[in-house]
């Protein structure tokens, strides 16, 4: 799992697919829950709340299913079918975005790693010693 520290690192704001990450509230053991804004036309700015897996999670294919089932635990096919994707007023609704764009993270992460293995084998001569 490389190498974790239980202390984060210092937080600095940032851009986060179409969000601004403006605040860490909070590190767990899975994911990182940070104070976000969306901004659109005419100056319009919505607040929210953007949970994130830990970047040293995001290539295990365990974390990946739970991180991605955890909206299933608020019923959110239900939500949707209501109008009501939103959990406190935060909007849920980005979930097939957010799964989409971990499945090729994931896949990239994968493609990078074989490449990687194959090309240490390549230098070495196949040879695994």
């Known amino acids: 799992m490389g190498s974790e520290s239980s202390t984060p690192a210092p937080f600095v704001p940032c851009t986060f697919g179409r969000y601004q990450l403006v ?3 909070a590190v767990g053991g899975m994911a990182e829950i940070f104070r976000a804004k969306q901004v659109g036309a005419h100056g319009f700015e919505k607040v929210l709340v953007i ?3 830990l970047p040293h ?3 295990e294919a365990e974390f990946l299913n739970m991180f991605i089932d955890d909206p299933n635990s608020v019923r959110y096919d239900a939500r949707v079918k209501a109008g009501k994707a939103t959990i406190d007023g935060v909007s849920i609704a980005d979930r097939a975005k ?3 764009l971990a499945k090729k993270i994931v896949a990239f992460r ?5 490449a990687a293995i194959n090309k240490a084998l390549a230098a070495s001569k196949g040879s695994m010693q």
């Open 23 to 25: 605040e860490r509230l």
């Open 51 to 53: 949970k994130r897996m």
């Open 57 to 59: 999670l995001a290539a």
């Open 98 to 100: 957010a799964t989409d």
């Open 110 to 114: 994968a493609d990078y790693t074989v």
